[in-house]
């Protein structure tokens, strides 16, 4: 069984930075791409950038300049180093990912969320 875990969110105030790791575990023959999104209760999950599994990222509008995601393939791991937070990146962060087991079966999970909460 292939899984997603979520870690490094925390309690941070306005204008520090935070990095959230994405590791998938199990047996694993490659981790195709791999996105970040977040939400809050009641509100939509909103993508906020994703990483192909060359390495090409792609950012929400409303997060580029601030946000770097990056990936290390030799642990099947992916970033999300946030810098500048505002309030409003109080949110649970997930991760998503394609996963092709050593099996060769295709997966698609998702992580269980790490809370990141910006304090003015």
């Known amino acids: 069984q292939v899984q997603l875990v979520e870690s490094g969110g925390g309690l941070v105030q306005a204008g520090g930075s935070l990095r959230l790791s994405c590791a998938a575990s199990g047996r694993i023959f490659r981790v195709n791409s791999v996105g970040w999104y977040r939400q809050v209760p009641e509100k939509q999950r909103e993508w906020v950038a994703s990483i192909t599994s060359g390495g090409t990222p792609n950012y929400a509008d409303s997060v580029k300049g601030r946000f770097t995601i990056s990936r290390d393939n030799t642990k099947n791991a992916v970033y999300l180093q946030i810098n500048s937070l505002q309030s409003e990146d109080t949110d649970v962060y997930y991760c998503?990912?394609?996963?092709?087991?050593?099996?060769?079966?295709?997966?698609?999970?998702w992580g269980q969320g790490t809370q990141v909460t910006v304090s003015s």
């Open positions: 998503n990912a394609q996963i092709i087991s050593s099996e060769l079966i295709v997966y698609e999970r």
